[in-house]
């Protein structure tokens, strides 16, 4: 009777064991995405600085030095970090849902989160209009996948959990980090992962509150809709965010898979000469708007907000021409907090309309608009915005603005740009290698 008593005791310990070390992974893996994020948006801020003060020195510098570093970044994308342009939550999707290991790690690894670090800096550096939280994203889902390279069956869900313990820590928002996981990573809620997935966020969360202090990403915002007229603003901005967010959508996704015309083969076939032409742009914008919409957005839109001052006129409308030219471009930058400040900038557009409107809950409903236009995850973006400005009282404004957005731009895009971009990743993953070549 002692041998199967023995037996018993060492299968449950096995099994206890397993099921530990899948907990610590989680855990471990969700304590380094949060060192990371922290990381790398201290890096961010250190990087928009430098270019700040290369304005101070000479304005008109960025037509020379935003081309050209769109050109070169476009070049060591292609050369030494293959699938690391863009966001990155599209690679993050696709290597969920592929089943090849080899597959998966030409998506997430770490040679391509290093990389991916490198140049969203460097893109930032050089005037980009990109965010650092998408990436984030990416290099978490990267973390993840190298802590689980001995358990490949464990993967998909260790990457959802890097995605997700990334958003929450870049943004400092754990809620809006679980409900990006469910609704836009798996876009279903799985039970057997779900405690592990929020050990994750709560771990980088805690890494990045010991590491940043707590913190509101936008501050603190406690304006709110008065009864009435004032809720005008919910379905005008929830028609506008939407029917931008579309717009962009559509673009970045038609550019991503090509057009059969000459101008789109052309592009394809020029790759860092297309690059060079879309930094251009992007410095073009710049000089217009008076230097306002370089980087991620983020410092023009807190202090609109905390200051109740309206943005310029111009703000909205560049601030999204220069994100469309940086998304297409090639080069590696998120669009998260890019399209925040697009957003705010349509908000107080509208604002100028409803003058008897408080200019802040204007502002939020852009962005939280035009946010679920582009991404078309209306629960991820009422959320963020909830937590990114500590303002309860906007909740149900916000909620009913995004499902607007997230209608009106189906109407235009039919799918949302992540998962759309998601397929072109899978589709060249997957494809045989005699006919995988680099582009020149």
């Known amino acids: 009777m002692l041998w199967p008593l023995s037996t018993r005791h060492k299968r449950l310990f096995r099994l206890t064991s397993a099921r530990w070390q899948r907990r610590a992974i989680f855990v471990l893996g969700g304590i380094g995405v949060g060192a990371a994020a922290v990381a790398l948006a201290q890096l961010a801020d250190l990087a928009q600085h430098a270019f700040t003060l290369l304005l101070a020195k000479s304005r008109y510098a960025v037509l020379a030095v935003t081309p050209l570093g769109f050109m070169l970044s476009a070049y060591l994308t292609i050369r030494l970090f293959p699938n690391a342009q863009g966001s990155g939550i599209p690679q993050a999707i696709a290597a969920r849902h592929l089943t090849d290991q080899a597959a998966r790690e030409s998506l997430v690894s770490i040679r391509i989160a290093i990389g991916k670090v490198i140049l969203t800096l460097f893109g930032l550096l050089c005037g980009g209009s990109v965010g650092r939280e998408g990436p984030s994203v990416q290099v978490g889902a990267s973390i993840m996948f190298a802590l689980g390279r001995v358990s490949p069956r464990r993967q998909p869900g260790l990457i959802l959990a890097g995605a997700a313990a990334g958003v929450a820590a870049a943004f400092n928002t754990p809620l809006a980090g679980i409900v990006f996981g469910i609704e836009e990573m798996s876009r279903a809620f799985e039970t057997r992962t779900s405690s592990l997935i929020i050990a994750a966020v709560i771990a980088a969360g805690l890494t990045s509150l010991a590491l940043m202090g707590n913190y509101a990403y936008f501050g603190s915002s406690a304006t709110a809709l008065a009864p009435g007229v004032d809720w005008l603003a919910v379905p005008v901005c929830g028609v506008v965010g939407g029917l931008a967010g579309g717009i962009f959508s559509r673009i970045v996704i038609v550019m991503a898979r090509g057009f059969a015309h000459p101008l789109g083969r052309s592009v394809k076939g020029h790759p860092l000469w297309f690059a060079l032409v879309c930094g ?10 008076g230097d306002t919409i370089y980087g991620t957005g983020y410092q023009q839109v807190k202090t609109a907000l905390e200051q109740g001052a309206p943005l310029p006129q111009d703000f909205g409308i560049l601030k999204l021409l220069a994100t469309t030219f940086a998304a297409i471009s090639g080069i590696p930058g998120g669009i998260f907090s890019p399209s925040l400040a697009v957003g705010a900038g349509l908000g107080s557009n509208i604002a100028s309309f409803l003058h008897d409107a408080p200019l ?18 209306p629960i991820t973006a009422f959320v963020i915005v909830t937590e990114m400005t500590d303002n309860h009282a906007m909740v149900v404004p916000l909620m009913a603005a995004a499902l607007i957005a997230h209608a009106t731009s189906r109407m235009i895009c039919e799918e949302g740009i992540y998962h759309a971009l998601a397929k072109g990743f899978i589709e060249r993953a997957t494809r045989p290698p005699q006919t995988n070549a680099a582009p020149s």
């Open 280 to 289: 251009f742009a992007v410095a073009i914008c710049g000089i217009v708007s």
């Open 360 to 377: 802040g809950a204007i502002m939020l409903l852009g962005m939280v608009s035009y946010f679920a236009g582009v991404v078309q995850a």
